[in-house]
């Protein structure tokens, strides 16, 4: 306020910091899918079965943001702060087939260099399934030599996890910055933009647990619903505290063998699926992007808003369980569709309680995705499952 518009260097701080991080969220997300091919070990069935649920979820979520975003506009409530640039091509009609194409790397460097989430995606799986047929092929001859390069893959990961979490504990700086530019040339206005964002996302999440989830325990679980909450409860509270469905996993264990859910379920849906159980920060991705595109007057597309919505999948799956992972992931959602990254800061403003919720909603995911798997079992895998893990 003192400063004025002579503060609008103050947003370039933040602008460097965020796009230090989305730098580095590619490699992070390429290493993350190729680690999770290498190392998890799944049933066929169960496979499906987790990928059923958690589709379905995902896709209802998605739909929830999408919907209250098109339906409500919340971000025409907001003057964003000048966007240093906004692509030509945004607003305007996808043509299906060269859109496909593009995505096809021609190179296996150049999606990095651009930044090609999708095409990255694609790399990913086709290097993460060849890894792994190698290494059943080396399993079934009873060779080791393929531990050096698991161990290798898993090493690297984790040190992009651990750069990239260097830059997150700056991410307040970035914050400071941004809103002190935003004030200084717009004063206190934005702040009603953002407190209808809160607001729409907050309410799209609750829509989310309170139908979706229960109806799913009510009618398919057939779990009474004081059962299900009472069990979730101290993993609630702990997610609720710790900001994190990842640093809530004991607890959610824990949660879970009180309910009598068979340790084999737990463990499939809390810890393999944990990169799936993310309807939360779906919804509320679907729902950021679309209010940046509306503060700036962006008109997407169905086809457009669709491929926000997939990138909003495959970002997930990618860098769950990393500190800040909505943000990381977010960056990449934006750039999918070019949308600016310049107002990314201001949002985060509201994201010390929108944290909080999303990580509750993905813990109560993980423990809704581990009764149905139950739940599903025929008797005969109950009774295996029960003989392999002295559980009931």
């Known amino acids: ?22 730098s580095m969220a590619a490699p992070l997300l390429f290493l993350g899918v190729v680690e999770a091919f290498v190392t998890t070990d799944i049933r066929m069935k169960d496979g499906f079965r987790l990928l059923a649920i958690n589709g379905t979820n995902a896709a209802i979520a998605l739909a929830i943001g999408l919907g209250i975003s098109n339906v409500f506009r919340p971000g025409e409530s907001l003057v964003p702060p000048p966007a240093a640039t906004i692509p030509t ?11 496909f194409k593009g995505y096809i790397p021609t190179n296996l460097f150049r999606p990095f260099v651009d930044d090609a989430m999708i095409s990255i995606i694609i790399v990913a799986l086709i290097s993460g399934i060849a890894l792994r047929t190698v290494k059943n092929e080396q399993k079934a001859a009873g060779q080791a030599g393929f531990a050096t390069i698991e161990a290798g893959i898993h090493t690297l990961y984790r040190a992009v996890q651990v750069a990239i979490g ?21 004063g206190f206005a934005p702040a009603r933009g953002m407190a209808i964002y809160l607001a729409a996302a907050i309410g799209g999440i609750l829509l989310h647990v309170l139908v979706v989830y229960q109806s799913w325990i ?52 809390a810890c393999v699926g944990t990169n799936l159980n993310n309807d939360s920060i779906l919804l509320y991705e679907a729902m950021a992007a679309l209010f940046v595109a509306q503060a700036y007057g962006i008109d997407l597309s169905i086809a457009q808003q669709l491929a926000v919505g997939g990138a909003c999948v495959v970002a997930g799956i990618g860098i769950s369980g990393v500190p800040d992972a909505g943000l990381i992931s977010l960056s990449l959602v934006m750039g999918t569709v070019g949308l600016p990254l310049e107002i990314l800061p201001l949002l985060l403003t509201v994201d010390w309680l929108l944290s ?26 109950a009774a295996i499952s029960a003989a392999e893990h002295g559980t009931h």
């Open 356 to 381: 909080r919720i999303r990580a509750a909603s993905n813990v109560t995911c993980d423990i809704l995705v581990a009764v149905l798997l139950d739940r599903f079992k025929s008797p005969r895998e």
């Open 1 to 22: 306020m003192v400063f004025g518009k002579q503060a609008a260097p103050l947003g370039e701080i933040g602008s460097v910091i965020i796009a230090i991080i989305k």
């Open 218 to 269: 009510v009618f398919v679980a057939r779990m009474p619903l004081r059962v299900f909450w009472g069990g979730c409860r101290d993993a609630l509270a702990y997610a609720i505290g710790a900001s994190s469905s990842l640093a809530t996993l004991p607890v959610t264990l824990r949660c879970l063998e009180k309910m009598k859910i068979s340790r084999e379920s737990s463990m499939l849906a």
């Open 166 to 186: 260097w830059m997150v504990k700056l991410v307040p700086l970035a914050v400071f910055s941004v809103v002190a530019k935003t004030i200084g040339q717009q």
């Open 89 to 99: 091509g945004i607003g305007q009609k996808l043509d299906f087939a060269a859109t």
